[in-house]
């Protein structure tokens, strides 16, 4: 069980070129999103998937596609990449299950990350 | 959306004492707030949740508490130990889809002098 993978580790692209960023989860997860970090700033969601074919924007989706064939893995493509997308991407999953008052049973199980560079 | 602003930015604190972590929410609809440690270079990992319907949980040496009314909730580090010098992040959702869509802070840096 390998849990959430990411690839590449690390990327470092000239400004205008594309990309994909892969992320599967060997965990049956429903729930999949992106994320990117930036120093003070903390996380902020770029899409999310709550299952194969559905996708939905989060808080700074300009500039990247998503897209769920399947349940395992959620691409983000970067179309035209600008130096400002320069960061450190994380994908995570998470599935929804019945708990009782106060209990984890949504918890998000974050990939390793992708540091990306724009130059 | 969503707004969660955490403080301090930075804390240090000697082994041994305690650390509380604050944040403050702006969305009354939230109802799931859990809180991550991340290591430096490492993903960020779940320590600790609560949801709307709690006003406390603890386990071992960390706590939450959560006020509902005033939209601020709280991390508790007693006995503090070294390896719990990492970044703490805050984050809230609301529904439909909870905690698959978190609104973070902006982290707190805690180092535990030895």
């Known amino acids: 069980n390998a849990g959430v993978t990411q690839t590449p580790k690390f990327q470092v692209l000239k400004t205008g070129q594309s990309m994909t960023l892969q992320c599967a989860q060997d965990m049956n997860h429903e729930y999949m999103s992106w994320y990117r970090q930036d120093p003070g700033m903390g996380l902020r969601l770029i899409h999310y998937?709550?299952?194969?074919?559905?996708?939905d924007q989060g808080e700074v989706p300009n500039g990247y596609n998503v897209s769920r064939s399947t349940t395992e893995d959620f691409p983000l493509r970067l179309l035209s990449a600008a130096p400002s997308q320069t960061s450190v991407y994380f994908c995570?999953?998470?599935?929804?299950?019945?708990?009782?008052?106060?209990?984890?049973?949504?918890?998000?199980?974050f990939g390793p990350g992708t540091r990306l560079t724009v130059l | 959306g969503e707004n969660v602003e955490q403080h301090p930015s930075t804390l240090s604190v000697q082994e041994g004492d305690s650390a509380v972590i604050k944040c403050t929410y702006s969305d009354s609809a939230s109802n799931y707030f859990p809180w991550y440690k991340q290591e430096l270079g490492k993903r960020p990992q779940l320590i600790i949740d609560?949801?709307?319907?709690?006003g406390e949980k603890k386990d071992q040496r960390i706590a939450v508490t959560l006020n509902k009314t005033a939209k601020h909730f709280s991390l508790h580090i007693t006995e503090t130990q070294p390896e719990d010098s990492a970044v703490y992040f805050c984050a809230a959702s609301r529904p439909p889809h909870g905690a698959n869509n978190l609104f973070f802070g902006t982290g707190t840096r805690l180092t535990v002098i030895p």
């Open positions: 998937s709550v299952g194969a074919g559905i996708t």
């Open positions: 995570a999953s998470s599935y929804s299950r019945p708990g009782t008052s106060g209990s984890s049973y949504n918890e998000q199980f």
């Open positions: 609560i949801r709307s319907n709690v």
